[in-house]
T-cell receptor, first 116, second 113 residues
Framework: DAGVIQSPRHEVTEMGQEVTLRCKPISGHNSLFWYRQTMMRGLELLIYFNNNVPIDDSGMPEDRFSAKMPNASFSTLKIQPSEPRDSAVYFC??????????????FGQGTRLTVV | AQSVAQPEDQVNVAEGNPLTVKCTYSVSGNPYLFWYVQYPNRGLQFLLKYITGDNLVKGSYGFEAEFNKSQTSFHLKKPSALVSDSALYFCAVRPGNDYKLSFGAGTTVTVRA
């Protein structure tokens, strides 16, 4: 398996522009997470899905952020409009989620977002 | 609410010495506990987990962790550290009946030759 795949790996955009981050979870996993990592705030859980349904989006910082999971093999995190303080590394992770045998989450390589 | 505390921002040890990275947690119900490692410019890699059973769990690269329910702790240990163990380590917790995975702030481990 190729693991969790995120694209793009790096994104530089101007303030005010729309940014879309993409994630392909591991096949067969039914839970998907979006995290943001910064030096100041560490790893923050933004939102997580189970069976393509958003379960908890309390970590989404503002209405400028939105996430979708139209099917089991694809998710997007959109920021519109982007601001310099959104600069961070954004990670996607997936897990099987059910039972006790396969509970660990697997992370993608992350998208480093820079908003100038 | 669930939370994870890693009380040490940094841990420095000499190669060959024991390594301990501390973690305490707060969660409703039975906890599922995890340790991850992150190397520079990389994603998080899973090291080990505690779900149920033996309180001492063994994982990748010679790491182990001990679950202590009374102290709500899950410290990561390695008997003899290597320079290549230098990285950022994260402890994480989720309730057994939910999927929400929360991470601690991370501990930077530096192993000097």
């Amino acid at each position: 398996d190729a693991g969790v795949i995120q694209s793009p790996r790096h994104e530089v955009t101007e303030m005010g522009q729309e940014v879309t981050l993409r994630c392909k979870p591991i096949s067969g996993h039914n839970s998907l997470f979006w995290y943001r990592q910064t030096m100041m705030r560490g790893l923050e859980l933004l939102i997580y899905f189970n069976n393509n349904v958003p379960i908890d989006d309390s970590g989404m910082p503002e209405d400028r952020f939105s996430a979708k999971m139209p099917n089991a093999s694809f998710s997007t995190l959109k920021i519109q409009p982007s601001e310099p303080r959104d600069s961070a590394v954004y990670f996607c992770a997936s897990t099987h989620g059910q039972g006790t045998s396969r509970t660990e989450a697997f992370f993608g390589q992350g998208t480093r977002l820079t908003v100038v | 609410a669930q939370s994870v505390a890693q009380p040490e921002d940094q841990v420095n040890v000499a190669e060959g010495n024991p390594l301990t990275v501390k973690c305490t947690y707060s969660v409703s119900g039975n906890p599922y506990l995890f340790w991850y490692v992150q190397y520079p410019n990389r994603g998080l890699q899973f090291l080990l987990k505690y779900i149920t059973g033996d309180n001492l769990v063994k994982g990748s690269y010679g790491f182990e962790a001990e679950f202590n329910k009374s102290q709500t702790s899950f410290h990561l240990k390695k008997p003899s550290a290597l320079v290549s163990d230098s990285a950022l380590y994260f402890c994480a917790v989720r309730p057994g009946n939910d999927y929400k995975l929360s991470f601690g702030a991370g501990t930077t481990v530096t192993v000097r030759a």
